[in-house]
């Protein structure tokens, strides 16, 4: 009968792409991790592995599938288990899109360190659509990303919602004397953007269609995180969250809300079918507490501290 340390044989090939470095990942040899997956294959009759290529088979992807998840929730039972009888303990999987890490993870470990030091949290900096999907397969436990969430797998609760900027140097202004602009303002207004086809993207250009206007790219880069290093750094114009923008570089650059585009709404979620271990429960608990006064530091920021 099948057991974890065969799952987790699986799922290390399937990461690292061969016996010998899912055998590292794993500290034991590459003798044992093929032994594991091989009962597994005898086990279920099927060839999960492809030996000549180190991918998975049609079989080995469902497996997979599920792996990630059946390990996650055996997991939370002996986090939960441990709880029940000593401090909180065990692993927290999160991840996190890339603006909200940069404060948010430092707040969350200081916080984490006071209260749980035994949780061992693992943080993944990603895009809102990947933590969806990792977030799917159970290679995540709970995610801080952009709501409302693309796979139905998911739940979520939001946290904040905050409202959309125009990043511009100081020394360069364009707009010296405005707080506030409509959308229309932008047109042809060369602009550092998202990638075509990305979610941020499409929401800027389906603001600009309602004004009849055009978004001229300076240039269009992947991931939003890398668009604010380069508008920090004063290589142009940027649309972007207002929570993005570090309270140091107040000096340098300057923040200025755009009428028409739709605020975004950052949250939690995590899979509809699973219950929350303990340990992750108490991260929920320290990421809701850090939010819930952001409107207190942060200008056109609005908490969800009482829902």
């Not at 360190?113 to 809102?128: A, C, E, F, W, Y």
């Amino acid at each position: 009968m099948m057991d974890i340390k065969q799952l987790r044989a699986i799922l290390a090939v399937h990461e690292k792409g061969s016996f010998s470095q899912a055998a590292e990942l794993l500290g034991t040899v590459q003798s044992n991790v093929s032994a594991h997956v091989a009962r597994l294959e005898n086990e279920l009759n099927a060839v999960l592995i492809d030996r000549s290529t180190m991918r998975l088979t049609p079989e080995g992807e469902a497996v997979v599938s599920r792996a990630y998840r059946a390990i996650s929730e055996i997991s939370a039972v002996w986090d939960d288990l441990r709880s029940l009888n000593a401090t909180l303990a065990g692993t927290v999987r999160l991840g996190i899109i890339g603006t909200t890490a940069r404060w948010m993870t430092p707040q969350l470990y200081t916080r984490l360190q006071k209260t749980n030091p035994s949780i061992r949290l693992i943080v993944h900096d990603g895009t809102s659509t990947t933590l969806n999907q990792l977030l799917a397969t159970g290679r995540l436990d709970i995610g801080v990303m952009t709501l409302p969430a693309a796979s139905q797998e998911l739940t979520s609760s939001p946290l904040f919602t905050e409202k959309i900027a125009l990043v511009v140097p100081r020394d360069n202004d364009p707009f010296p004397e405005a707080d506030a602009i409509p959308m229309s303002e932008l047109d042809n207004l060369d602009l550092l953007l998202p990638a075509p086809g990305t979610t941020f993207r499409r929401e800027l250009e389906e603001a600009a269609a309602n004004f009849n206007i055009t978004l001229k790219p300076a240039a269009e880069l992947d991931g939003i995180r890398l668009i604010a290093s380069l508008a920090f750094d004063g290589n142009g114009l940027a649309l972007l969250p207002i929570s993005a923008v570090p309270a140091h570089l107040k000096d340098k650059i300057r923040l200025i809300t755009v009428e028409g585009i739709a605020p975004r709404v950052v949250g939690l979620a995590w899979r509809l079918r699973s219950i929350p271990s303990a340990s992750t429960k108490a991260v929920i608990s320290l990421l809701e507490e850090i939010t819930a006064h952001m409107e207190d530091t942060q200008t056109n920021v609005l908490t969800h501290s009482g829902k």
